[in-house]
């Protein structure tokens, strides 16, 4: 069992950036690939990226490449997502979620989530 608890989401004018935090507690932390994803309102919930236990495996959703970075504190039990060149379209809510095994982008795919936290990007 992992509980995933989110924080640093905000209000951010398009152009500037935010960093988004998940704090685990429970074991095995660095056993878990970890991703973000994010829903708007009337959406499906959408992968952004994920990050093996290494730090090695960094897979970004296109929409999110060269802007947005995914990392992992192992010993801290910390997975980050530093964002910039926010844009309007990045308004959503962020989800960190933790799974057991190997790459997934299919939110289904995976057993534990955050509650969330607001980004939004005004214009």
């Known amino acids: 069992q992992v509980q995933l608890v989110e924080s640093g989401g905000g209000l951010v004018q398009a152009g500037g950036s935010l960093r988004l935090s998940c704090a685990a507690s429970?074991?095995?932390?660095?056993?878990?690939?970890m991703s973000w994803f994010r829903q708007s309102p009337g959406k499906e919930r959408e992968f952004v990226a994920a990050?093996?236990?290494?730090?090695?495996?960094?897979p970004y959703a296109d929409s999110v490449k060269g802007r947005f970075t995914i990392s992992r504190d192992n010993g801290k039990n910390t997975v980050f997502l530093q964002m910039n060149s926010l844009k309007p379209e990045d308004t959503a809510v962020y989800y960190c979620?933790?799974?057991?095994?190997?790459?997934?982008?299919?939110?289904?795919?995976?057993?534990?989530w955050g509650q969330g936290t607001q980004v939004t990007v005004s214009s």
């Open positions: 979620a933790a799974r057991y095994g190997g790459i997934a982008v299919l939110a289904t795919s995976y057993n534990y």
């Open positions: 429970g074991r095995s932390f660095s056993s878990y690939y």
């Open positions: 990050i093996n236990w290494s730090g090695y495996s960094t």
